[in-house]
């Protein structure tokens, strides 16, 4: 063989081991990016679309729009020349005709009020009963005081006899004098206590005072004796003073006990 035909051979099977290296590259290189595509799909999700006749479809039909109704506009009314020149003028005032009640209504027959007669005998004879009916009153109370002052009367005898049927020893001498003094004394402190002594009492002039009690001590009398030279003011607030004490003191003073008492009062400043 020829020499210049033993080097176009090897050249010749270069290229085609060149060829061939580089198919097989390519081929690694593209089954590696089919190899990523598939894991990784570069172009996303596929989407089924699904193909629709548009001659077939509805054609859109626009929405009606209702235009709203304009409100009327009120239109305020032209004041006329006359009601503006016209005069503020108040309302004359309407006298409305009252009806006559005299000749509406009838008025109904009052017959005039008729005062009663006073009966001048009958006023009398009540009046006389009215008085005896008083005196009576007091006929009666008059006889209750006595029938109280006889009792209290035949109570104290009763009790005098029993003092003395009774073997105690009373008391006697000093002892008896000193409870007559406190006696006296406490009937006079009752009656200075409500005395109301009027400007004209003159200090140091002495009264006696004459009072009859019961025995619970029930002032039934008093009076002032002679001899006393205060005046009528001072004498009459004596025997008040006596009335308002009433009942006298007697409890303690049963041994000395009186009935009718005589009181010495002689006035003080």
């Not at 009252?98 to 008729?114: F, N, Y």
């Not at 006023?123 to 006389?128: G, L, T």
């Not at 005896?132 to 005898?157: F, S, T, V």
């Not at 004796?225 to 004596?238: H, I, K, N, V, Y």
Request: with cysteine; proline share 10%.
């Amino acid at each position: 063989m020829p020499a210049h035909h033993a080097s176009d051979r090897s050249i010749s099977l270069t290229w085609a081991v060149l060829v061939h290296v580089a198919l097989i590259a390519a081929l690694l290189i593209s089954a590696r990016n089919m190899l990523n595509d598939e894991t990784v799909p570069s172009y996303g999700v596929p989407l089924e679309a699904v193909l629709i006749d548009l001659t077939k479809m509805p054609k859109p039909t626009k929405p009606r729009v209702t235009k709203p109704t304009p409100k009327p506009e009120i239109q305020k009314p032209k004041p006329t020349t006359t009601e503006l020149e016209r005069p503020d003028v108040k309302p004359a005032a309407v006298s409305v005709p009252q009806p006559e009640l005299s000749s509406t209504l009838a008025k109904p027959d009052v017959a005039p009020e008729v005062k009663p007669e006073v009966d001048k005998p009958a006023q009398e004879a009540e009046n006389r009963r009215q008085r005896d009916l008083d005196a009576e009153q007091k006929i009666a109370e008059q006889a209750r005081l006595d029938e109280m002052i006889q009792r209290e009367e035949e109570a104290a005898k009763a009790q005098d006899i029993l003092n003395q049927e009774e073997a105690f020893n009373p008391p006697e001498g000093e002892v008896l004098d000193n409870l007559r003094a406190q006696y006296a004394a406490a009937i006079t402190a009752a009656i200075q206590s409500g005395w109301l002594r009027p400007s004209s009492a003159m200090s140091g002039v002495q009264c006696n005072i004459r009072v009859s009690q019961l025995s619970n001590g029930e002032v039934i009398s008093v009076s002032i004796m002679e001899g006393c030279f205060q005046d009528d003011p001072t004498q009459a607030s004596l025997i008040s003073a006596v009335n308002r004490a009433s009942p006298l003191p007697f409890e303690g003073f049963e041994a000395v006990f009186s009935r009718d008492l005589i009181i010495p009062f002689i006035p003080e400043d």
